[in-house]
């Protein structure tokens, strides 16, 4: 039996239940016991916001920040140098020279692993921790934990920021619960909120002031909406109960000064924009410091997709293409990366000088790495084996190397870890019990283990 209210009971071993249960959590981290007990400063936290950031296309592991410069391979050397960072022993490619500044900031996971080599697969694999299934639609991370650690109203606890968009550029836009970004079966009233393209927050209507509609004047609105829904109470179902959740949600935000002014990075001064880069992955770093500033518990920033049709000018080809290099390899990171450089750096760089660092989870994430021979077209194809994740903040020990690949970055040999591993990892250090919550509700697999060694 346990007692109510506050009071503590103690098993035999005197141990409490609380106890039990954070242990619990710390187990999903991948710690054992004995690690675990030592880990007390790096308990988890229902408190902790996690930003993401997600390079759409498969970002080069052994160009960017795993980089093998003695490879017997010249293809996997690559045409970039190495830099030292600020962290001895870590280097990065020439052409993150910013990011190479905050290394003691992270920490690099070079033991990424999975067998789904197909951008849509990979995306809602490591997105939601399930391999695509047709019979059942897996949400992201950021709608679980939206739903099971709710962050401030009235903004929505999960937003994404740009879209993704398929590994085709010529293709339509995913619907958001088939790609991993979603609620999926959890039910769309767990949607995260959209918000598709930064450089347009000044057209949306509903975070401009009008004159024309006074605030009791949109009171009434919502009567009459609540009048006209009132017929079909009788049938509940998911899409109605989703649309009432939807339309409140909705409407807190409508008629909220402080959700407004969340979207606003006009309001930030110029010259830490222009720090972030006045480009649309720069503003969208910005944007996602912003709501996780105002309370937002998940924000995901997309290195944004999009179609042809919807490119303006040549230089879009490259600000708003995914990492996506089977063609002209080199010469597409050497307009990629300092754009990447400029908008992480400054991200890890504003939130540490802001504090936000200790509550926040930033996490840097691509749906798989590239492979090390240079095809004929100059390009470098599709390679799930390996590829690198980055992580800061949350308390986590960093300006450290955790896993380790091989001599031309194409096979795990320490410290693989899938996105099953990751998502564990994530939601653990977030406070969520994984072993028992999570798998109840079919949210994690069976095995609740993280990532090996990440908290050191």
């Given at each position: 039996m346990f007692g109510a209210g506050s009071q503590i009971i103690r098993d035999c071993g005197g141990v409490s239940r609380r106890e039990v249960i954070r242990v619990g959590a710390l187990g999903a981290l991948g710690l054992s016991l004995p690690q675990a007990l030592r880990a007390e400063e790096l308990r988890p936290s229902n408190d902790l916001s996690v930003l993401l950031v997600f390079l759409r296309g498969g970002v080069a592991q052994m160009d960017t920040w795993d980089m093998k410069p003695e490879a017997p391979m010249a293809d996997a050397r690559g045409e970039f140098k190495p830099i030292e960072t600020n962290v001895s022993g870590i280097q990065m490619c020439e052409l993150l020279p910013g990011l190479a500044k905050q290394a003691d900031k992270l920490t690099i996971l070079r033991g990424a692993s999975h067998h789904?080599?197909?951008h849509d697969n990979a995306m809602q694999f490591v997105l939601s921790g399930y391999h695509p299934s047709l019979?059942?639609?897996?949400?992201?991370?950021?709608?679980?934990?939206?739903?099971?650690?709710?962050g401030k109203p009235p903004l929505p606890s999960a937003i994404h920021v740009g879209t993704p968009g398929l590994g085709n550029p010529m293709a339509p836009p995913a619907e958001p619960d088939q790609r991993g970004i979603g609620a999926g079966f959890m039910g769309a009233a767990n949607n995260p909120f959209m918000v598709k393209d930064v450089e347009k927050l000044s057209e949306m209507d509903w975070l401009r002031p009008s004159a024309a509609i006074l605030p009791g004047q949109l009171d009434r609105r919502r009567s009459l909406m609540k009048a006209l829904d009132r017929f079909q109470q009788g049938v509940e179902t998911e899409g109605m109960n989703a649309h009432d959740a939807s339309y409140q949600r909705a409407f807190s935000m409508v008629t909220s000064n402080e959700a407004k002014r969340a979207f606003k990075v006009e309001e930030e001064p110029i010259a830490l924009r222009e720090?972030?880069?006045?480009?649309?992955?720069?503003?969208?770093?910005?944007?996602?410091?912003?709501?996780?500033?105002?309370?937002?518990?998940?924000?995901?920033?997309?290195?944004?997709?999009?179609?042809?049709?919807?490119?303006?000018?040549?230089?879009?080809?490259?600000?708003?293409?995914?990492?996506?290099?089977?063609?002209?390899?080199?010469?597409?990171?050497?307009?990629?990366?300092?754009?990447?450089?400029?908008?992480?750096?400054?991200?890890?760089?504003?939130?540490?000088?802001?504090?936000?660092?200790?509550?926040?989870?930033?996490?840097v994430l691509t749906e798989f790495g590239r492979a090390a021979k240079v095809n004929p077209d100059g390009g470098r194809d599709h390679w799930p084996q390996a590829y690198s994740v980055l992580m800061a903040g949350a308390g986590l020990p960093s300006g450290r190397i955790v896993g380790a690949t091989d001599a031309i970055g194409q096979e795990v040999t320490m410290g693989k870890f899938g996105p099953e591993a990751l998502l564990n990892s994530i939601y653990g250090l977030c406070g969520l019990d994984v072993p028992v919550t999570l798998r109840q509700a079919g949210l994690v697999r069976d095995s609740s283990e993280g990532i090996p060694d990440l908290l050191g």
């Open positions: 789904e080599g197909e019979g059942k639609v897996y949400p992201n991370v950021g709608a679980v934990l939206g739903r099971y650690n709710p720090r972030y880069g006045l480009h649309e992955f720069g503003q969208s770093c910005l944007l996602g410091r912003r709501l996780i500033e105002a309370g937002v518990r998940y924000a995901q920033v997309n290195w944004s997709a999009r179609g042809w049709d919807q490119i303006t000018k040549k230089d879009d080809l490259f600000t708003r293409s995914t990492f996506d290099s089977h063609f002209g390899h080199f010469p597409w990171l050497r307009r990629q990366l300092p754009r990447l450089d400029q908008g992480l750096s400054t991200l890890l760089a504003d939130m540490g000088e802001r504090g936000m660092l200790k509550k926040t989870l930033v996490v």
